[in-house]
């Protein structure tokens, strides 16, 4: 009976492309059209192919990681992205859809963030291990959205561009109190007070991001000028005249944000300015995976733009520009996957192959999420007065240009 | 009773600044702490203060015409800038709220937008006359938010430096098809074809303007490349790889979004790249000037982003860049109001002092609303495909440059 409902899912679902299917009992089916696109897939068990019926984007992240669902050739990127240019086209059944509804019928309660939760959720993913991070990410640790603004970059210049491009936003000017909500390993904290003197409060909630970065300013001789804190946001007292937030929002969850941003407004001087960097969705809400929630990110939420316009308009400030970065992510992605697949030998010696198929498959759907979903990087800069940045955007890149030039020299 | 009603409504209304009213009984009061802004009024006759009570800010805009209600030593823009900043603080009673409030609540009704009501709104506006529009215009009839990038522009300069900024964000290329929804007096249409190369459709509801812009088009040498359209955008076949709508949207009314957007994206190439320019406020939406839309705008609406976003990503098209543009307008308007003052000679031998007092409100009301309310201009840029923009928006300076350094050597 399961088998009869995944067949008859496939064949109506793979539109674009060709997958090709061992099932357990022998059978071997091919599903699609052909041209393009090709993957072949082995379904290892009775109980994956059930499993596929109730939650089919669980079961194929679940399947992965135990490898009980293998793919030929460990064309991974090519089967997730022939999975979810399909998707796009509407072609899954109503009721192999039933998981995913739910979902997000219930995502306000999936999102709840208490200082509990919160501290739970960001351990569950950032006190995995130093080490383990040190293996994929660039040399300052940014783990979020480089910036390949020149073709060439090497993912250590892109993510000083990306550094460089918010600096710029934020018009920080020497001992300026800038605040760091989810400051990770440092490296922003770093940047803005070594190369802009400013005086910098990181926050995070990850004792290992927070152990690393300290060491990190104390070896730069930056301990007078960042101070780094174990401590919920919104916790926190200002004022500050600028207020930085780089991949953090991603786990506020919706019912936070005028919580959120509230507490943006609040820590911000009369002039102040803040600059939100967040995975962004140009498509209206919708489901997520519910595999990247339980395994990876709990809590975490793409949000769309609808569902930041409101709360953001209620705060009383400014947006001041929208910046809507696309591919950029993609790319990101590709650059630690393939450094993920490059240092292989020695994560292997850390964790099991289960770790290493869980963080194979989270690297690989992300980046084709990125490439095949309308889902980018917003930036919103937000100003608590309409005159606390310049009248034209021009000042960006002149802010920026003697880092870019630096860049360029290497 | 209504005057005890008016007093009661201004004491508690005014706390910033001093308002000081004379009423018809011959009463003298002040209200407010004094300090900053002061303006002093005189209520001509018993139905005004009655007015007042009822719908506050219609009667203030039809006193002021009418000649009932007067401001000392023509301080208008002082009244209004006193008005707005008190209202800001939210201190108007409720009983006086209710025809705003009843407004907002038929938003969706006072802006359905037939082709029937879209044609005779515009002809409302814009077929007033066409040398009344050239008293106050720049030379080109730019008739939206000029660009002041640069401090020292002219009106001239900086409607040039918009027409420039919108082009960049175009990524015209010689003898792509471009339309222009909402094309006014043909300038920016003759800018794209006589400066780019491009092959412009513009289309307009308003007859005067269609025969102007045509003149001008033919003037220019440039029938064989600009063909105008007195039609409704929604009655249009495409393709276009370009389109452009610069303060159309304010016209097309809240429930026709989806239409607009759908429109967009319908007729654009799947390389199509858009750019839309429209008033648009910070701030969550609420009830707008009564006023405005009776005398100045029947259907107009300024939108919020939370009304605007949803409406856009169910187009599937790209958001790619918003930016968003503050003081530019208040500068544009009162570019306009001190033109309009030194022709007033002229525009008096063509139209009575009703017109005059109506003309100047409104552009004295719109300069004091984007000075205090949390009101600017988007530019939304919408793309069919990810890839139809470059991956920075530094292209946007680049491609602008030449223009900028001809109005630089001007």
Request: charged share 25%.
């Amino acid at each position: 009976m399961w088998q009869g409902l995944v067949n008859a899912m496939l064949t109506r679902f793979v539109r674009d492309g060709q997958l090709a299917v061992d099932y357990p009992d022998g059978t071997a089916r091919r599903y699609g059209p052909g041209g393009g696109l090709a993957a072949r897939v082995t379904l290892g068990d009775a109980g994956l192919v059930r499993a596929l019926c109730l939650d089919p984007e669980m079961a194929l992240g679940e399947g992965y990681m135990d490898g009980r669902l293998t793919v030929e050739g460990d064309r991974l990127h090519e089967f997730m992205t022939l999975l979810l240019r399909n998707r796009r086209r509407g072609g899954l059944p109503r009721w192999a859809r039933g998981a995913d509804a739910a979902r997000f019928a219930l995502r306000a309660w999936l999102q709840r963030n208490t200082p509990n939760t919160a501290r739970s959720n960001v351990a569950h993913h950032y006190d995995i291990s130093n080490d383990f991070y040190r293996m994929f990410l660039d040399d300052d640790l940014q783990y979020s959205c480089a910036y390949f603004n020149h073709p060439d970059l090497t993912l250590e210049q892109a993510q000083s561009a990306k550094k460089a491009h918010i600096a710029a936003k934020l018009l920080i000017e020497p001992d300026m109190r800038v605040l760091d909500i989810g400051c990770g390993w440092g490296g922003m904290a770093i940047t803005l007070a070594r190369d802009y003197g400013a005086r910098v409060t990181g926050v995070t909630l990850s004792k290992n991001q927070l152990a690393l970065a300290q060491q990190r300013v104390e070896e730069a001789g930056l301990a007078d000028r960042v101070t780094l804190r174990l401590v919920d946001y919104r916790a926190l007292k200002g004022p500050f005249d600028r207020i930085v937030s780089v991949g953090m929002l991603e786990h506020v969850g919706t019912p936070h944000y005028p919580e959120y941003f509230g507490q943006v407004r609040d820590l911000l001087t009369p002039q102040g300015v803040a600059l939100i960097h967040t995975i962004g969705r140009v498509d209206p809400p919708a489901s997520q995976s519910g595999w990247m929630q339980k395994y990876i990110f709990p809590g975490g939420y793409v949000p769309s733009l609808s569902e930041l316009a409101r709360p953001v308009e209620r705060t009383g400030l400014w947006l001041t520009d929208l910046e809507i970065w696309r591919s950029h992510y993609a790319r990101t992605l590709l650059e630690w996957r393939l450094r993920f697949e490059a240092r292989l030998d020695d994560i292997r010696a850390m964790y099991d192959e289960r770790f290493v198929r869980m963080w194979r498959y989270y690297l690989v759907a992300c980046q084709a999420t990125f490439e095949v979903d309308r889902q980018g990087v917003f930036q919103l800069q937000l100003a608590k007065s309409r005159d606390a940045v310049p009248l034209s955007r021009d000042y960006i890149a002149t802010r920026r240009a003697p880092v870019h030039a630096g860049l360029a020299a290497q």
